[in-house]
């Protein structure tokens, strides 16, 4: 069933604007989910921005026809909603990979990542969508408050029951070019609303107003050509600035075995082997750092002293900064052990996914700085069961975590955290899924500023798809927002050094004497010096809050003419 809506403004839009107002039911449903799904292409590792014009231009049309419904909140609510469930099936459709490493166990459990995962993250833009369609009108201020809440939208998404704020729309733009440098002042949320609004503008040449003057609704088009243009060019002047090198040396280095491969048994030798080769054929110089990806070896690498013997004789006058799982026994007075009895049992250990730094005295004295990764990834590190509400009553048909080594999940470290080690400049750790916040580098508890980041990652989760490229981009968007330069090692992804304004220095290239199906990663190359401290490392979401109320009072006057 279709209503009569009458389209005003730039005539040759009225047609288009008039075809999406008019959809109902499950037509409106899956215009939108196809919307939301092309949306997924204007990240990386394509990049093509523009596309989120038509994206945004199409919901914000169809919610000018469903607020004419008689349950108008309802029909927004499901266009918002079905939106977000084709944006985040495409854009994370690389969920499914983990659970086809070993398909015979966790393949049942698909309809997770392809359904439940989009349909959850699915229900806040359909909020975001619900509340703008209660200030919506006809006017150009619905540009300024679908801006308003998508951003907020996005900014709960991020935060939620720990948050999960992959491809905020802000990351459209390529990560160390011009418009991207704007999140040194206010960050990845800021850029987010900037974005809604630029790729949303051009919705406001048509509406259902019957009055046929132009000019009004070309504002927010003319204020997100300025927005553009001020942005491009004030990142093109910080982009013109070199970048200083220090003479310490840093090697970046990975084997790329497949993860299936890489948990086969028997296999933690040749992959071992592997590095120590690595380690033997690069350039070197005694104050080296080297850098392994997330937990490198399949082995608890701190226990296991025939495996921290050899890396310490490899290692040489180097410093080794290596991912690793390890195990710590519960303390006696938790649970009523006596030292001198037998070792303790599975349960009555924690595990942690670690960030160790190694040297060749490790081996004697253990590594010689420890971070635990704090934030964990659902299902791929903390089990089903911690996860969904009454997990407990039905643990035995949920999967536990797809982490060969630790099947009943890790523990969370204490939380963010500068590392200090002798040899090193001070450095932010973060393991894989940590580099999403922008929260961690800036934390109280990672004060004072380091002088880099160090981020390992197994993207080999990922698949071979659109994941590994997203990961990397948004990783770099951490080195603009604090104006600190970032090494970044991940298997079967992308291996590169990035500079404090979010520009690639130097990338992994692969060593000759791969065996079959591995591809390694290593680069050797200067670290570089860090920024002046931005705007953003000092005040954090203060430009995003303020931006939100300019938003709110330029709606008010908008709709007001």
Same mark, same amino acid.
């Given at each position: 069933m279709t209503t009569k809506v009458k389209s005003h403004g730039f005539t040759a839009l009225g047609p288009v604007h008039e075809s999406f107002a008019r959809l109902r039911g499950w037509n409106a449903h899956i215009v939108a989910a196809f919307l939301g799904a092309l949306g997924a292409f204007a990240f990386a590792p394509f990049h093509f921005s523009p596309i989120l014009v038509l994206s945004f231009t199409g919901l914000i049309w169809m919610i000018d026809g469903a607020r004419g419904s008689p349950k108008w909140g309802k029909a927004v609510f499901a266009r918002g909603w079905a939106?977000?469930?084709?944006?985040?099936l495409i854009s994370l459709h690389w969920t499914a990979f983990p659970f086809l490493v070993e398909p015979e166990k966790h393949a049942v459990f698909l309809f997770m990542p392809l359904i439940l995962l989009p !349909?959850? +993250?699915? @229900?806040?833009?359909?909020?975001?969508?619900?509340?703008a369609g209660s200030f919506w009108s006809a006017s150009p201020s619905r540009i300024f408050v679908f801006a308003i809440f998508m951003s907020l939208a996005e900014y709960v998404r991020g935060h939620l029951f720990g948050g999960f704020p992959w491809n905020l729309p802000g990351t459209t733009w390529t990560p160390g070019a011009a418009?991207?440098? #704007? &999140?040194? +002042?206010?960050?990845?949320?800021?850029l987010t609303l900037l974005t809604f609004f630029v790729m949303s503008a051009p919705a406001a040449l048509v509406d259902t107003r019957e009055s046929r003057v132009l000019g009004h609704r070309l504002l927010p088009i003319i204020a997100a050509v300025a927005l553009l243009g001020s942005s491009w060019a004030w990142g093109a002047r910080r982009l013109s600035e070199p970048t200083a090198l220090y003479s310490q040396h840093v090697t970046l280095m990975d084997v790329g075995v497949p993860q299936r491969e890489k948990w086969a048994p028997g296999n933690a030798e040749p992959i071992l082997r592997r590095y120590l080769? +690595?380690?033997d054929s690069v350039e070197q110089a005694d104050d080296d750092i080297v850098i392994w990806p997330e937990s490198a070896v399949p082995l608890y690498l701190l226990q296991t002293p025939n495996a921290l013997d050899a890396v310490s004789a490899f290692i040489g006058s180097r410093k080794l900064v290596v991912g690793t799982p390890r195990r710590q026994p519960i303390r006696s007075d938790e649970v009523g052990l006596? @030292? =001198?009895?037998?070792? !303790?049992l599975p349960n009555e250990i924690h595990y942690f996914n670690s960030l160790a730094v190694v040297d060749s005295t490790s081996s004697r004295s253990g590594p010689i700085a420890l971070y635990d990764k704090h934030r964990l990834v659902p299902f791929g590190e903390l089990p089903a069961v911690e996860i969904i509400p009454f997990g407990r009553l039905i643990e035995g048909i949920l999967p536990g975590t797809l982490q060969q080594m630790v099947t009943q999940g890790f523990n969370p470290g204490p939380g963010p955290a500068v590392v200090y080690a002798d040899g090193i400049p001070p450095f932010n750790a973060m393991v894989c899924y940590e580099a999403l916040y922008p929260s961690i580098p800036r934390h109280r508890l990672a004060r004072p500023r380091a002088e880099w980041m160090v981020v390992i990652s197994n993207d080999s989760w990922f698949g071979v798809g659109m994941g590994p490229a997203q990961h990397y981009a948004q990783n770099r968007y951490r080195a603009i927002e604090t104006g600190l330069p970032m090494a970044r090692v991940a298997t079967r992804g992308a291996t590169a050094m990035v500079d404090g304004l979010g520009r690639e220095l130097g990338h992994g290239e692969p060593a000759p004497g791969d065996p079959e199906g591995w =591809?390694?990663? #290593?680069?050797? @190359?200067?670290?570089?010096?860090?920024? &002046?401290? =931005?705007?953003?490392?000092?005040?954090?979401?203060l430009i995003f809050a303020l931006s939100i109320a300019l938003f709110s009072v330029l709606a008010f006057f908008a709709w007001r003419r």
């Open positions: 939106f977000g469930c084709g944006f985040f !349909a959850g +993250l699915g @229900l806040i833009w359909g909020a975001g969508a619900a509340f418009i991207s440098q #704007v &999140a040194s +002042l206010g960050g990845i949320y800021w080769e +690595l380690l006596d @030292l =001198t009895a037998a070792p !303790a =591809t390694s990663s #290593v680069i050797r @190359l200067p670290m570089p010096a860090a920024r &002046a401290e =931005t705007y953003y490392f000092r005040h954090g979401d």
